[in-house]
């Protein structure tokens, strides 16, 4: 295996360490990823493990790797099948309809579409040639119409999630089945029962397992070995144990995966999720309320393989910090007499890894350190450095806290040399300028934001927020007309209610020399306004 130049780093769920990536070809990742079972829609769980992948995606593309990234639909399951035959429906339909939601939900906060997303209906072929192959090497046997695989057969079984069978065996409670081999064999090829689809096999009419279809898939389109697996680190026991049994006691290769890459869990209010605490957030309520790129931000700022608390706290801060760095871009595009372009999605409305920022020369390349002076001079090796801090921190695992901490610091430095009013409209401090939106772009790409002009961005932020509110613009100018007009006739009582009512829906005044303004407040509920 051939190490990556530059040297990324990523923690090894298997050795338990950190390690350089290394990969099977040089210059090129092969990458799957654990999706969603479809089955519900799709809440900030499957958000923060789906936009974890997507930073390791973007990353890797902005080192110049070559990517082929795969992340299935599991459209045959268990859950799936329950709420079809509970609504009299295909299981067909229970899928297409969460697949749609999950789409607008990681479209809707800007995840690049992976390169291959296979739906386990889609590799029957595959999974039925996989559990023959297991049959055929002693892996598995069949039962009564049911296929299961032998967890004695395979004398590493544990090794990732490093549990072993005879320390589980004492005081386990598992369903028995008197038909297994071993309490921990697990269903490859399931017989079918009455009411769910099924589909031919050597024997009988049934379907796959769940473990199964993810060997299939990934094997099927990146091959017996590849560099890097993730997903939730829920995932690791059982599943993923269980597709490393399949897929090496398929192709006799080991490792199938190079390196196991999986994200922390998520709670809310320090609970875990749940619909019955009544904190259950779908991401379509979220990005009513908030700026989609707000909730990236709220992930970006902790560690994808820690733990995270979703709050409203949290999330209202992650959108003051948006607006930190959104500010700056649009001073610097104000300055500079506009902005530049923005990428636009596809023309399905999807983002590609076509659609990212991709500058086409750098503004300090006519700009030596020689022409600048004192701060100025600081600034520029600024706008030099950015760059390589901002990568070294996600080559080290994927840091984004620390990527982003260099990123605010140079925010608030080219911030701070904007209040003293350069003249940018030409000459040297002209190009530093554009150099520093051209950082603040580049790693916008690579973190997910900065889709649309600063103006646009704040233009849309009050109306998500007045929308939210239920109120719009016209509503609040008059009643600040009415206030207006019953100072004036020193009707202070009035003029005191109007301001309050507007208080208690949310919106703030502010009296100034030139005039009484308006802003929508922080801190409002993700629940009904109303």
């Given at each position: 295996m051939a190490p990556v130049e530059p040297s990324i780093r990523v923690y090894n769920t298997e050795t338990r360490k950190k390690e350089p990536l290394e990969l099977l070809e040089p210059g090129r990742v092969r990458m799957y990823v654990c999706g969603v079972t479809v089955y519900a829609p799709t809440h900030v769980g499957h958000a923060r493990a789906a936009l974890t992948f997507d930073i390791v995606y973007r990353h890797l593309l902005r080192r110049n790797l070559e990517v082929h990234y795969v992340r299935n639909f599991t459209d045959v399951d268990d859950k799936i099948i329950d709420k079809a035959i509970a609504e009299g429906v295909e299981f067909t339909e229970i899928a297409e309809r969460y697949i749609?939601?999950?789409?607008?939900?990681?479209?809707?906060?800007?995840?690049?579409?992976?390169?291959?997303?296979?739906r386990v209906s889609g590799y029957m072929d595959q999974i039925l040639e996989l559990v023959a192959k297991l049959i055929e090497n002693g892996h598995a046997y069949a039962v009564d119409g049911d296929?299961?695989?032998?967890?004695?057969?395979?004398?590493?079984?544990?090794?990732?999630?490093?549990?072993?069978?005879?320390?589980?065996?004492?005081?386990?409670?598992?369903?028995?089945?008197?038909?297994?081999?071993?309490?921990?064999?697990?269903?490859?090829?399931?017989?079918?029962?009455?009411?769910?689809p099924a589909w031919d096999s050597p024997w009988g009419p049934g379907r796959p397992?769940?473990?199964?279809?993810?060997?299939?898939?990934?094997?099927?389109?990146?091959?017996?070995?590849?560099?890097?697996?993730?997903?939730?680190?829920?995932?690791?026991?059982?599943?993923?144990?269980?597709?490393?049994?399949?897929?090496?006691?398929?192709?006799g290769q080991t490792p199938c995966v190079r390196h196991w890459l999986h994200n922390g869990h998520l709670g809310v209010n320090q609970e875990k999720m749940s619909k019955s605490l009544g904190n259950f957030f779908r991401v379509s309520d979220i990005i009513v309320r908030y700026h989609p790129e707000s909730l990236r931000l709220f992930f970006l700022s902790t560690h994808y393989r820690g733990p995270i608390d979703f709050s409203e706290e949290a999330i209202d801060e992650a959108e003051q910090r948006l607006e930190r760095l959104y500010g700056c871009l649009g001073l610097l595009d104000e300055r500079?007499?506009?902005?530049?372009?923005?990428?636009?999605?596809?023309?399905?409305?999807?983002?590609?890894?076509?659609?990212?920022y991709q500058p086409t020369s750098d503004p300090l390349s006519d700009a030596p350190a020689e022409a600048f002076e004192g701060a100025e001079r600081g600034l520029f090796h600024q706008c030099e450095g950015l760059l390589n801090k901002f990568d070294s921190a996600m080559d080290d695992d994927f840091n984004t806290a620390g990527a982003l901490g260099h990123v605010f610091d140079f925010v608030r430095k080219v911030n701070r040399w904007l209040a003293s009013e350069p003249e940018l409209t030409q000459g040297p401090q002209q190009k530093l300028a554009e150099a520093a939106r051209d950082r603040l772009l580049q790693v916008g790409a690579s973190l997910g934001i900065f889709h649309e002009p600063a103006a646009e961005f704040f233009d849309g932020l009050r109306d998500r927020r007045l929308r939210f509110l239920g109120i719009d613009e016209a509503e609040i100018e008059d009643a600040i007309q009415r206030r207006i007009e019953a100072r004036e006739a020193r009707d202070f009582p009035a003029a005191d209610a109007?301001?309050?009512?507007?208080?208690?829906?949310?919106?703030?005044?502010?009296?100034?020399?030139?005039?009484?303004?308006?802003?929508?407040?922080?801190?409002?509920?993700?629940?009904?306004?109303?």
């Open positions: 749609e939601d999950f789409y607008l939900a990681t479209d809707g906060i800007f995840l690049l579409r992976p390169d291959d997303e296979p296929v299961y695989y032998d967890v004695k057969s395979k004398a590493d079984y544990g090794r990732l999630s490093r549990r072993k069978l005879e320390d589980q065996e004492e005081g386990a409670r598992v369903e028995v089945d008197e038909r297994k081999r071993h309490p921990f064999d697990f269903a490859l090829w399931k017989s079918t029962k009455p009411g769910e397992g769940w473990h199964i279809e993810c060997s299939a898939m990934s094997t099927s389109l990146l091959g017996p070995q590849f560099d890097i697996h993730g997903g939730g680190i829920d995932l690791v026991f059982p599943h993923h144990e269980n597709e490393i049994a399949q897929t090496e006691g398929a192709t500079l007499g506009g902005s530049i372009y923005h990428p636009q999605p596809s023309s399905e409305g999807f983002w590609t890894r076509e659609q990212l109007i301001r309050d009512e507007l208080i208690e829906r949310g919106v703030g005044l502010k009296d100034g020399a030139a005039g009484t303004t308006w802003v929508v407040q922080r801190g409002l509920s993700l629940s009904d306004p109303s």
